[in-house]
């Protein structure tokens, strides 16, 4: 049988799945939508081998629908037409039986590739899902978003792969008739990264390649049976979270070696040029801020760029930004300030505007004040007149607290200018 144990154990219905118990389970979001027989179209996001197109597969077999797939990484707008024609003919419009077209990968669909769906999940010709390892927010087109319900898969935990290598020795018609013990399961959980499909790939190939009988699975034969270091960058699992983080504090750090060597790290382990390019506009306003306000401008440029370029050319734009990042001056005063802001109007509750702030659209409310004596600042010196903006009940209260740094001091200086005491740090 040349069927891969991956796909041998690929579960057929929702209680053959192993965890997403918050999605499947008895009280799962999915779960209820399926009994009720009206699915919605769907955004299945989450890390590669956590069960996104077996569920789709489950969600069609159980609703009785016709099902129809496209991967996105050979679908050009024509396959998506011919499918989206022939779905139309396989079930009735505006029922509760709409075929169900799932795309795996969707979030490597061009722009116009996602238009080409928008129609048919409009008219209700298809029920959509779509699989993605990407932020849909970034990657799906915001009208195809807003018609699609988002449903986002975890990493598969220890326990959960744990009992998949069980079921699979216990069920597989295979690995059920060979005397197999699992002794040591760390290398194995650890070279999966969370994915299932690659946890099951990793042990099949340790058990066609085992000579011993019985076959006894230590962490050193699955090592040494998989020729991989343990050490090695996996983008999905513990290593992803670590070097990231790395990443980021040694940029903040303002260490450019430490910096370009996890990004070194990141690249040779073929991590998403577009999600390291977004954490370096998240760092440019956290981390560095007013201290240079170009930082978030080269950023978001960088971003847009890595997106047109890709690899391997993207390495030097990246490698071109983290420097600039990491030898910037530093300021989280703009984060703290937010996160001030946002305690002091939890505290706080929803305090009137005061009068003269309000907007006065009617002679009723210009009748009892609103608006009156509001002072227009370009009509004044320097076009500032001082007068009060924060409710009465918060008069005076210090938010913002400008970093100890050049460009922020210049800050500084003018609202000291400005306000006087009011604002003299």
Partial sequence: MNTPLAERLRPKTLEDYISQRHLVGPKGTLSQVIKQGIIPSIILWGPPGTGKTTLAHIIAETSKRPFFALSAINSGVKDIRDVIDKAKQSGGLFTTKN?????????????????????????????????????????????????????ILEAFNKEDLERIL????????????????????????????????????????????????????????????????????????????????????????????????YLARMIEGGEDVKFIARRLIILASEDIGNANPTALIMANTTFQSVAVVGYPESRIILSQTVIYLACSAKSNSAYMAINEAQKLVRETGDLQVPLHLRNAPTKLMKDIGYGKNYGYAHNYANNFVSQEFLPDSITDTKIYNPGNNQREKALQDFLKNRWQDKYGY
């Fill in 99 to 151: 075929p169900i077209l799932f795309i795996d990968e969707i979030h490597r669909f061009s722009k116009s590739q996602q238009d080409s769906l928008l129609q048919a999940v409009e008219k209700g010709w298809v029920t959509l899902i779509g699989a993605t390892t990407e932020n849909p927010s970034f990657e799906v087109i915001s009208a195809l978003l807003s018609r699609c319900q988002v449903y």
């Fill in 166 to 261: 069980n079921r699979a020795l216990s069920e597989d018609v295979i690995l059920s008739n060979k005397d197999i013990t699992l002794k040591d399961t760390k290398a194995l959980l650890r070279l999966s990264g969370g994915d299932a499909r690659k946890l099951l790939n990793v042990f099949e190939l340790v058990i066609n390649a085992a000579t011993e009988d019985p076959i006894i699975i230590t962490d050193e034969l699955v090592y040494d049976k998989v020729k991989h270091s343990p050490a090695k960058y996996d983008k999905t699992g513990e290593q992803h979270y670590d070097i990231i983080s790395a990443f980021i504090k040694s940029i903040r750090g303002s260490d450019p070696n430490a910096a370009l060597y």
